[in-house]
């Protein structure tokens, strides 16, 4: 997504400010369904987030 934008939905679960998937809450994206496309970026993302948090076994 390009530019967030803020809902107005007025839901009682409403995520308030939307930027797209990759700033969800890892414990919310099963909630919701993305395309092939959205989910090879997410599961991208979180090989990149495991190579640079990778623990130091020295």
């Given at each position: 997504?390009?530019?967030?934008?803020?809902?107005?939905?007025?839901?009682?679960?409403?995520?308030?400010?939307?930027?797209?998937?990759?700033?969800?809450?890892?414990?919310?994206?099963?909630?919701?369904?993305?395309?092939?496309?959205?989910?090879?970026?997410?599961?991208?993302?979180v090989s990149e987030q495991r190579l640079v948090h990778k623990?130091?076994?020295?």
């Amino acid at each position: 997504m390009e530019q967030g934008f803020n809902c107005g939905c007025s839901s009682a679960n409403c995520l308030g400010e939307i930027k797209g998937a990759m700033y969800l809450n890892r414990n919310l994206l099963p909630r919701y369904k993305f395309t092939p496309h959205i989910m090879e970026k997410l599961h991208e993302q979180v090989s990149e987030q495991r190579l640079v948090h990778k623990p130091d076994t020295n």
